[in-house]
């Protein structure tokens, strides 16, 4: 299995954005539907959103106006815009297949500040 490796998050105010990566093998970019998840300190890793193969998204009620995912072929890469952050979504985000195909990376950290 192919360990991923998911970048972009950081420290941001309460209401500011954030887009994170998360580049994949073209093995698995082309062939799954891909997807982002979320965790908190002793919570189990959550579904937040996913894209086909022919970029249509599904987001997680709490996400749906806020949140924007999609794919960029030419990168073999999947990304997740997310705005009007709030301080319960400090979390760590992670990247993976529908199907968890790939190994889970370390994840990249959201901190939201007041």
């Known amino acids: 299995q192919v360990q991923l490796v998911e970048s972009g998050g950081g420290l941001v105010q309460a209401g500011g954005s954030l887009t994170l990566a998360c580049p994949l093998p073209?093995?698995?970019?082309?062939?799954?539907?891909l997807a982002w998840y979320r965790q908190t300190p002793g919570d189990q890793r959550r579904w937040l959103a996913s894209?086909?193969?022919?970029?249509?998204?599904n987001y997680a009620d709490s996400l749906k106006s806020r949140c924007t995912i999609s794919r960029d072929e030419a990168k073999s890469a999947l990304y997740l815009q997310m705005n009007s952050l709030e301080p319960s979504e400090a979390a760590l985000y992670y990247c993976?297949?529908?199907?968890?195909?790939?190994?889970w990376g370390q994840g990249t950290q959201v901190t939201v500040s007041l």
């Open positions: 894209i086909t193969t022919t970029n249509r998204p």
């Open positions: 073209r093995n698995l970019f082309n062939a799954n539907i």
């Open positions: 993976n297949t529908i199907t968890f195909q790939a190994e």
